[in-house]
Nanobody, 122 residues
C-alpha cells in the first residue's frame, strides 16, 4: 500500500520561505506522477503543483508561479515543494498526492498524505 507523509510546514511571516517534503513508500515511486494540493480555512481543496515521473513536466497554479518550485528525487522517493515569498493567502493545509496520470484534478490521484499545516502571518 502506498503511503505518503508530508513534513516541513510551520508558522512563518510574510515573505519567508518553507520547503515541504513528501516521503513515498509502499510501491515504485518512479511510476507515479506527484501533485501538491492545499486547502485553506473554509475553502475547497485546490491544485498547487504537479510533476510527472521523470520531473520533465511541471505545472503550477497561476498564483504560485515564480514563487513555488516542485521537484522530485526518485532515488530518495521524495517530492518537494519549495515555497518562497510566502503570503497570508498561502495559509492552508498542504497535501501531497500520487497518481498514474499527471493532472490538476484531485480525482486523478489515487493516494494522499495526511497534510502539513502552513500558516503565514502578516
Amino acid at each position: 500500500q502506498v503511503q505518503l507523509v508530508e513534513s516541513g510546514g510551520g508558522l512563518v511571516q510574510t515573505g519567508a520561505s518553507l520547503r515541504l517534503s513528501c516521503a513515498f513508500s509502499g510501491s515504485t515511486f518512479s511510476r507515479y506522477a506527484m501533485g501538491w494540493f492545499r486547502q485553506g480555512p473554509g475553502k475547497e481543496r485546490e491544485f498547487v503543483a504537479r510533476i510527472n515521473w521523470s520531473g520533465g513536466r511541471i505545472d503550477y497554479l497561476d498564483s504560485v508561479k515564480g514563487r513555488f518550485t516542485v521537484s522530485r528525487d526518485n532515488a530518495k522517493n521524495t517530492v518537494y515543494l519549495q515555497m518562497n515569498s510566502l503570503k497570508p493567502e498561502d495559509t492552508a493545509v498542504y497535501y501531497c498526492a500520487a497518481g498514474i496520470v499527471t493532472a490538476r484534478g484531485p480525482s486523478s490521484y489515487d493516494y494522499w498524505g495526511q497534510g502539513t499545516q502552513v500558516s503565514v502571518s502578516s
